[in-house]
C-alpha cells in the first residue's frame, strides 16, 4: 500500500522483558481467555516450535479480495483516512462527490455501500480456474468496520449496515466450495491512531476550524440516519492524539508504536483481541493475515501473542497437526521461525530458510476507477514473472485483484487473471509442489538487489529482466529454468548447469520446453548448459519453462 513508503522497523524486535515493560507504563494487563489450551503458548519461544504446513508450501499462488467501504467510491486505497486531510485528492473527491467531511464521514459511506452485485461462487470459481490454489478475504481494514456478524463491534459490521450481508461468511462459503484454503486479513489493530484524521478540521477556506466528523458521540446523533449507533465505536478517537497526528505522513514512522504515537488503551487492546478470537472460532480460516509489525499491536501488548497461540492450538486439536498459516510483517530471523514472513510489494533478494509470502496488487489495494480507466494495471507478465522470481526463493505469491464497490471485477482485471490461468494451466508443474533450487537464478536482475523497505517496497526497483535472466525450481527430479523475458538469441546459455557445477550430481539427459512439442536441442559443456530454442518458442510472450532432467 502506498501508506508506508518511509516505514522503517526500529522497534520490530524488542524481546519479551522490554515488551512487559512497556507495556506495564502504558497501563495494560495481559489480554484474558479464552485460549485454546494445547502445545503453544504465547511467547516467542514457544511460537518457535511452529512448521509451515505442507498445502502452503506447495500452493504457491494465492488470490485475495481486499475489499470493503472503502471501495464505494472507487477512489484507491486509504480513502478513510486520506478524506480527511485538505490536502488531498481523495479530500476534494470527498467534498465534490459527497460533501464536506464535517458533514458527511466515513460512516456514512459505509452506510452507502450495498454491494449489490456481489456473487462471491462466480468469482472464486474463476480464481480457481486460472491457478489459484488458496483464497484470501478482507475481515476488517484500519476503518475499524467488520465484515462479518461480529459480536464485538456488533454496532459497525457488515450484517449491520452498509450491504446487510456476511461478506467473510459469504466468501468462506465460496472458497470450501471450490476445495480451496480460506484465509482472512485483519488490519484493524491500527484504527487507533489511523483514524485520528478524522480529528481533523480545513486549514483554510469557508469552513476553516469546523472538526470533522470523528469525535462525534451517540448522543449527538439524534434525528439522524445514525440514531443510537456510537460512532466512537468505529472512530475510536477518545484518547489523546499522536504526535503530528494532523501531518499526512506521519504515522509511517508510528506504525510500530513509537516515534510518538499514541498508545492504545486496554480496553482498546482487549476489544480487538475478541473480536479476532471470535473471528477465528467462528469462521475457521486456515490462514490469517495481520498487516502490521510483526503481530497485531506488538510491542505495547501482548494480543498478537495470544491470538497466535489461540490459532496454532485450535489447528492442532482439529487436525492433529499444525495446518495453520499466520502471516507477519518485519519479521527478524527468530520471529520467521514463529511466523510466516509477509513482504508487501516487494521480494527477498535470497532463497529464504522458512517458507514466506510476498503480496501485491494489480492496482491500488482499495478499487481505482482512475487506473482501470487509464489501464494502469500490472500486466500478466509481471505477475507471471514475480510469481516465478517468489517461488524460486522458496516463497509464495498472493495476489489482489481489486473489488468494485458493486463487488464486480472490471474486464481487465479478468482478462489479465484469464491469462495468468493459460500460463499456469501450460507452465503449473514448474510452481507448484516445487522447492528451491541449488541457487534460484542466474543473470543480470541478480546483482544488486533493491534493498527492502519496512514492510517491502522494492517492487519495481530492481533491474527489468532480460532475455538472460532465468529462476529455477525443483520437483520430482527436474530443475524448471523460467527464461524471465524474451531472449536475445535463438539459445540460452545456464551458466549454473554446467557440468563442473559442484550442485549437480549427474549430468543432463534431457531437456524439454513446457507447452512445445518439439524438444530442444542442447548441449552441456563444463561452464555451461545451452539449449537450443525453436522459432515458436520465442515468440512466446510469457517467460518460457524448460524441464531438464
Known amino acids: 500500500m502506498k501508506r508506508r513508503t518511509l516505514l522503517r522497523h526500529a522497534l520490530a524486535a524488542l524481546p519479551a522483558g522490554m515488551l512487559a515493560a512497556r507495556a506495564a507504563r502504558a497501563g495494560h494487563a495481559a489480554a484474558p481467555g479464552p485460549n485454546a489450551a494445547g502445545p503453544f503458548s504465547p511467547d516467542w519461544q514457544s511460537l518457535a516450535q511452529y512448521r509451515a504446513p505442507d498445502w502452503f508450501r506447495n500452493a504457491k499462488f494465492g488470490i485475495w479480495a481486499h475489499w470493503g467501504p472503502q471501495c464505494e467510491p472507487e477512489f484507491g486505497d486509504w480513502y478513510a483516512r486520506l478524506m480527511y486531510f485538505q490536502e488531498t485528492d481523495t479530500y476534494r473527491h470527498h467534498v465534490a462527490t459527497y460533501g464536506h467531511p464535517s458533514k458527511v464521514g466515513f460512516k456514512d459511506i459505509i452506510r452507502r455501500w450495498k454491494a449489490a452485485r456481489w456473487n462471491p461462487d462466480e468469482l472464486v470459481a474463476l480464481y480457481k480456474r486460472c491457478g489459484a490454489r488458496y483464497f484470501m478475504a478482507m475481515a476488517n481494514h484500519h476503518d475499524n468496520f467488520d465484515l462479518y456478524d461480529s459480536r464485538h463491534q456488533p454496532q459497525w459490521n457488515s450484517v449491520r449496515m452498509g450491504p446487510r450481508k456476511d461478506i467473510v461468511g459469504g466468501w468462506r462459503r465460496a472458497a470450501q466450495a471450490a476445495g480451496l484454503p480460506f484465509g482472512v486479513s485483519v488490519h484493524a489493530a491500527h484504527a487507533w ?84 478470537i471470535d473471528l477465528l472460532d467462528r469462521y475457521e480460516p486456515d490462514m490469517v493475515y495481520f498487516d502490521d509489525t510483526v503481530l497485531p499491536l506488538w510491542p505495547v501488548s501482548d494480543v498478537g501473542l495470544k491470538i497466535a497461540a489461540h490459532m496454532y492450538n485450535r489447528s492442532v486439536a482439529r487436525h492433529g497437526r499444525v495446518e495453520a498459516v499466520i502471516n507477519g510483517k518485519i519479521l527478524d530471523e527468530e520471529q520467521r521461525k514463529c511466523l510466516v514472513w509477509d513482504v508487501e510489494r516487494g521480494q527477498s533478494g535470497r532463497i529464504e530458510p522458512y517458507p514466506w509470502q510476498t503480496c501485491t496488487c494489480l492496482g491500488d489495494w482499495h478499487y481505482d476507477r482512475r487506473i482501470y480507466q487509464r489501464k494502469g494495471y500490472k500486466s500478466a507478465t509481471t505477475v507471471i514473472q514475480t510469481l516465478a522470481d517468489v517461488v524460486s526463493k522458496n516463497g509464495n505469491l498472493l495476489l489482489s485483484v481489486p473489488v468494485r464497490a458493486d463487488g464486480t471485477i472490471d474486464e481487465l482485471e479478468r482478462a489479465i487473471v484469464e491469462e495468468i490461468g493459460r500460463w499456469l494451466a501450460v507452465n503449473g508443474e514448474a510452481i507448484y509442489d516445487s522447492r528451491p533450487w541449488a541457487v534460484f537464478g542466474e543473470g543480470p536482475s541478480v546483482e544488486g538487489a533493491a534493498p527492502l523497505e519496512g514492510p517491502g517496497f522494492n517492487e519495481g526497483k530492481n533491474k527489468p529482466y532480460t532475455g538472460s535472466d532465468l529462476r529455477f525450481t525443483t520437483r520430482a527430479g527436474h530443475v524448471y529454468a523460467f527464461v524471465m523475458a524474451r531472449p536475445d538469441a535463438d539459445r540460452i546459455r545456464i ?54 532432467a
Not at 503530528?244 to 508504536?257: E, R, V
Not at 548447469?497 to 512445445?516: D, F
Not at 530442444?520 to 519453462?545: I, W
Open 495 to 548: 551458466g549454473s548447469m554446467g557440468s563442473s557445477a559442484s550442485h549437480l550430481a549427474r549430468p543432463v539427459t534431457k531437456v524439454e520446453i513446457l507447452g512445445h512439442g518439439d524438444a530442444p536441442s542442447f548441449v552441456q559443456a563444463a561452464d555451461a548448459l545451452t539449449v537450443g530454442l525453436p522459432a515458436r518458442a520465442l515468440e512466446a510472450g510469457s517467460p518460457l519453462v524448460l524441464k531438464i
Open 193 to 276: 491512531t489511523w483514524l485520528e484524521a478524522s480529528r481533523n478540521a480545513d486549514r483554510d477556506g469557508p469552513l476553516m476550524g469546523v472538526q470533522y466528523d470523528g469525535k462525534l458521540k451517540r448522543t449527538q446523533g439524534r434525528g439522524t440516519w445514525w440514531d443510537g449507533l456510537d460512532p466512537q465505536a468505529l472512530y475510536e478517537q477518545d484518547h489523546p492524539r499522536s504526535t503530528d497526528a494532523g501531518k499526512l505522513k506521519a504515522i509511517w514512522n508510528q506504525w510500530n508504536w513509537n516515534n510518538g504515537a499514541s498508545i492504545p488503551s486496554a480496553a482498546y487492546c482487549d476489544k480487538f483481541y475478541r473480536r479476532t
